[in-house]
Structures are given as C-alpha cells and as structure tokens.
C-alpha cells in the first residue's frame, strides 16, 4: 500500500493527476477506486493549484482535530481526546474552547447570550443518550458523533423550531470568523445523512473555514471528505475505524491512564 505520508506529500506538492494517482494506488480494491478516484480528480480540477496549496498547508498538522466522522466513519470507543478542559456543558479540547471563549465574548458584545448545551460526549454518554433521546434522526450513533472529538458544540437549543432565535441568527453570521462551522446545514441532508441542525457546529479552525468556504462552497462534510479519502487516509471506507486508531494521535484510555479517564467521564 502507498504510503500514507507519501501520497498526501504528492498530492500536496502536484494536486493534478496525482491525486488521481493516489486515490488509485492507494488500494487494490476496484470498488475503493471507483468510488475515491472520480471524487478525488473531479476536485482537483476545479481548484486554483498554488492558492489550494497555501490555504491547506496550515491544515498538515491538523488531522485529528478534522478528522471525518459521520454515518459511515467512526471513532474507537475508547477515544478520548487528551487535552479535554472546561466543565460541565462545556467540555471542549483546548484549541476548541479557547476559540468558543472568544466567540462568546464577542456574541456578548452584540447583546447576544451564547452559551452550550452540550459539547464533550463520550462514547458511553452517546449510548446513554441514543437510547433517551426524543429526537433519533438528530441524535447519532455511539461512535459516529462529532461530539466525541471535543470539537462540537450545540448552543442556546437542541429544538428544529428554535433555529431563528437569536443566537443562532447571530451564528450563522459570524462562526466562521472563530473556526466554527455549522456541520449539518439546511439543504445538504443527504450529504451528511443528517437533517437540519441549526445549533450544531464543529470547531474546525479559521484556516478550515476558509478551506471550506472557498473550496468547497461552505460545506464542512464535504471538505472533511475531500481531505479524508484523498489526502490523509488511503484506505478503504470499510476499514476507516481501523485507520482512525492508527492515523490518528493514539489517544485513548490506556495513554490517558484510568484515573483521568475516569476524571473525564465524571465531569459528563
């Protein structure tokens, strides 16, 4: 198999035919090929090059905080982000927090209260709350939640009826300015397997958001796609919780240690 470094080196340096040459050497499944290499090239030829190569060189040494997670890709049950601060509804990794912080304060400034109803989720509290949830098609599976990376954040509501109070208005218009971006936007339900959720956003840096917005038309999963099937990961999407353990950083129970594992899911 290539290796992973290498093809994302390539497609770093060329992003022409080598993405394509990437997407098809990166597996020997036909099926894989066929469903990563026209994705992969079709992209490719719609972007500017050199301005590509400037805005995502930022992103090299962000790949867990991006990483893709969603219906069909998956996090380990023992994930836990190692750098979790803050309590309560407002467990977030550092980067992430840091950033909701100033979001707030700003938001405060306009006379906006911005505040989270639900941020950090562990594997566990995702099974508790698939199970007490009055809302399944807005809850996902244990696993499959943005919310286990530490990076989103469900603020003011969890209600489809509250998506024009104001927090939420205020949002729409000026996340982005602080990294975050709305993960399951009216109109891309079937992109990402999600219906509208006005209140939930992902923190994926301000140098993701621009990514997104000026390559991707605004759209989060398919950025995340994008860089997950034709950058960093070459496997195949039937191993992605395989090569989330390995390509991500080796977060998990046994590198935190049980004390402050135990620590963390005490805090939700």
């Known amino acids: 198999m290539v290796n992973k470094t290498n093809c994302a080196l390539v497609v770093l340096l060329l992003l022409t035919l080598s993405v394509q040459g990437c997407a098809k050497q990166a597996s020997n499944s036909p099926a894989n090929e066929d469903k990563k290499a026209p994705m992969c090239e079709a992209f490719a030829q719609e972007f500017d090059k050199e301005e590509f190569r400037a805005a995502y060189k930022p992103l090299l040494d962000k790949q867990e905080l991006l990483a893709l997670v969603d219906k069909e890709h998956s996090l380990p049950a023992d994930y836990i982000p190692q750098d979790l601060v803050g309590s309560g509804k407002s467990i977030l990794r550092q980067e992430a927090r840091s950033w909701m912080l100033k ?3 700003a938001a405060e400034k306009d006379g906006i209260n911005l505040f989270p109803v639900s941020a950090y989720r562990s594997y566990a509290y995702q099974q508790m709350l698939t ?8 809850v996902a599976a244990p696993g499959h939640s943005q919310h286990q990376l530490g990076t989103a954040v469900d603020f003011n509501t969890v209600e489809p009826e509250d998506e024009n109070i104001p927090a939420l208005k205020w949002l729409r218009k000026h996340a982005g300015e602080y990294g975050f971006s709305l993960s399951f936007p009216k109109g891309e339900e079937q992109e990402t397997g999600y219906p509208y959720e006005a209140w939930h956003y992902r923190y994926i840096t301000p140098q993701g958001v621009f990514l997104q917005d000026n390559f991707f038309g605004g759209s989060q999963h398919k950025m995340l796609t994008f860089l997950h099937m034709c950058l960093w990961y070459p496997e195949t999407i ?4 395989q090569t ?3 390509n991500l950083l080796s ?5 935190l240690g049980n ?3 135990e620590n963390v899911s005490q805090k939700k």
């Open 251 to 255: 977060l998990t129970t046994a590198t």
């Open 244 to 246: 989330v353990k390995e």
């Open 238 to 241: 039937n191993t992605t919780q």
């Open 259 to 261: 004390k402050k594992s």
């Open 103 to 105: 979001m707030q304060k």
């Open 131 to 138: 199970r007490r949830t009055r809302n399944p098609d807005y």
